[in-house]
């Protein structure tokens, strides 16, 4: 069997887990469930380039969906987004596994896509954290020679489904390729690989790392509520017995209905222990064996801070705002995954060498039989529905008024459950839905405990909105034009003189006469606009080089052949 074929195998198993996980979420319409939030008919606005002052985690990530929307439907490309998710995370895993064998490869791509912080973070609806997690096994692969020829245009495109992903994925992939560069190459050479490392992970950081340095001054940031978002145990060996297991996310709602249970849990310690046993003994790969393993346990120990040494990591912050990537820590834990994957895929190689196909028949299906909830959507949490018609009607009367004016949703709340979403709990979209500058209430509140709201405009109206019925003339004077409510008995309204222009079973829209212009952009628009360039630079000059054969991982490593010279004849 050639590597192309193995390769195409691995693609289609990849596939196979997608269409399994997704299941009713492959329907026509969307997937809405916590961060996930797409919207039919995207815009390119202020917010989808972090210029209205909110901390930007969705840059550039609502960018590239957008881009994409404009010529695939919206619901097909959040489909496509998740499927390459799948299909990229086993087919990159599988490339790692250094065995000519077709098995072991699929025991790396199985485990590597189907385990327990996929489903965490997928239930979460963090697709864009799961876009890097995806091409990490590349990006180890990529980092191990990047103090080759052409190693720093190989780094930045392995770190592109991690660039859009934005800020967590390109921390988490970062660090893992920091790691890898600074062990791997021989000692005079490990400084200039950690520094193109740097350099790449830097400039692919620009489009939301510019706009985030430039929020307007005095503004709350997110380095508060360490403990809300601290690692937590969902299986009875505790929170870092939970983080071994590849699980441990801070929201116990994302736990997979049935994981934790102690005979499965037990089982899949064994799996796991087998597996690091495997990669530390027979893993011979001299590239990025080492390099792996020290992102692994880097990554185990960032993933570990919040719960066990919390003042640490809130002093950590306070030194720099940007470190609060780090409070969510369980996301750390990718690089241990790529270590896991490897691991099994290695031991079944060992099981294949010693004649027991059996063993590695059972290395590739062990992650789906102790993780059956993931399948059908997560067990039927994750399935597409459709915005209610109302949604329709509000955007058509909205976004089709000249006046200028921003428009604020009510209830004060940052995440909805909506009936027609089926109660889940998701981040309202109406500030994505919409063409205007929408003002909600952005502070996060877990457990009886609120983190500060970050958008300035929401800080400035909070006040107001928070009582549920904001004056009419206050908002006016803050640029407010049009009010969004739920059509709930005895929901919230401006009180005084607004306007009733839409009154539907999901929606009742008001309208303020006379509002002011309606908010500027908070960040300069300049800066963002150097950063979005420099950038574009940066990816073209790694996939147009022209000395450097091109390589694209999905398709197999496949690389344009060059021209023979052809014979002079005498």
Not at 323 to 344: C, H, I, K, M
Not at 397 to 405: E, K, L, R, S, V
Request: one cysteine or more; a positive charge; aromatic letters at 8%.
């Amino acid at each position: 069997m050639t590597d192309r074929t193995r390769h195409l195998v691995a693609v289609l198993t990849g596939l196979g887990l997608g269409l399994a996980a997704l299941g009713p979420g492959l329907a026509p319409g969307f997937v809405l469930s916590y961060d996930m939030v797409f919207v039919p008919d995207p815009a390119f606005t202020r917010l989808t380039f972090g210029l209205t002052g909110v901390v930007p985690r969705h840059v550039p990530s609502d960018a590239f969906v957008t881009a994409l929307a404009a010529v695939v439907p919206a619901d097909a490309v959040q489909k496509l987004v998740l499927l390459a998710v799948f299909v990229m995370a086993c087919t990159s895993a599988a490339s790692l596994v250094p065995s000519p064998r077709l098995l072991p490869r699929l025991a790396a791509g199985v485990c590597y896509a189907w385990n327990p912080f996929v489903a965490e973070r997928l239930l979460l609806g963090q697709w864009a954290l799961l876009l890097g997690y995806a091409a990490l096994p590349w990006v180890v692969a990529s980092a191990a020679r990047t103090d080759g020829p052409g190693g720093g245009r190989r780094l930045v495109r392995a770190l592109l489904p991690a660039a859009i992903g934005g800020f967590a994925a390109l921390a988490v992939s970062a660090m893992t390729a920091l790691a890898v560069a600074l062990v791997t190459p021989p000692g005079a050479e490990r400084l200039r690989a950690g520094l193109r490392v740097v350099a790449a992970a830097g400039v692919l950081s620009l489009p939301w790392l510019i706009p985030g340095a430039l929020r307007p001054a005095g503004l709350p940031g997110d380095g508060t509520a360490v403990d809300l978002f601290a690692a937590r145990a969902d299986t009875p060996f505790g929170t870092l017995g939970s983080l071994l297991l590849l699980g441990g996310a801070w929201n116990g709602e994302t736990v997979p209905r049935g994981y934790g249970a102690p005979v499965i849990a037990t089982i899949w310690l064994v799996v796991v222990v087998v597996a690091l046993a495997a990669y530390w003994g027979w893993c011979r790969e001299p590239g990025w064996r080492r390099g792996a393993a020290v992102a692994a346990a880097a990554g185990f120990v960032v993933a570990a801070l919040g719960a066990v040494a919390a003042p640490v990591l809130e002093g950590v912050i306070d030194l720099w705002p940007g470190f609060a990537v780090l409070r969510d820590g369980q996301q750390f834990a990718a690089p241990l995954s790529v270590v896991v994957a490897v691991g099994l895929g290695v031991a079944a190689d060992r099981a294949a060498q010693a004649r027991w196909p059996g063993v590695a028949v059972a290395a590739v299906a062990v992650p789906v039989l102790l993780l059956p909830t993931l399948a059908w959507g997560a067990a039927g949490d994750l399935r597409s529905v459709r915005y209610p018609d109302d949604w329709a009607r509000a955007r058509r009367i909205i976004d089709g008024d000249p006046a200028p004016g921003d428009v604020l949703v009510l209830p004060w709340a940052s995440y909805r459950s909506f009936p027609w979403n089926h109660g889940r709990r998701v981040l309202d979209p109406m500030p994505r839905y919409l063409h205007r500058r929408v003002i909600v209430d952005d502070a996060v509140t877990v457990g009886g405990t609120t983190v500060a709201p970050e958008d300035p405009r929401a800080v400035a109206l909070a006040p107001s909105a928070r009582t549920g019925t904001p004056p009419a003339a206050t908002l006016r004077d803050e640029g407010v034009r049009y009010v969004v409510v739920d059509a709930e008995p005895g929901a919230n309204r401006p009180s005084g003189a607004a306007m009733e222009v839409l009154r539907g079973p999901d929606l009742v829209v008001y309208r303020i006469e006379g509002a002011a212009g309606g908010a500027r952009d908070a960040v300069p628009v300049a800066p963002v606009v150097a950063a979005w360039v420099l950038t574009s630079l940066a990816v073209f000059w790694s996939i147009t080089a022209s000395r450097t054969t091109l390589s694209f991982p999905l398709l197999g490593g496949i690389t344009p052949r060059r021209p023979r010279p052809r014979r002079r004849t005498p």
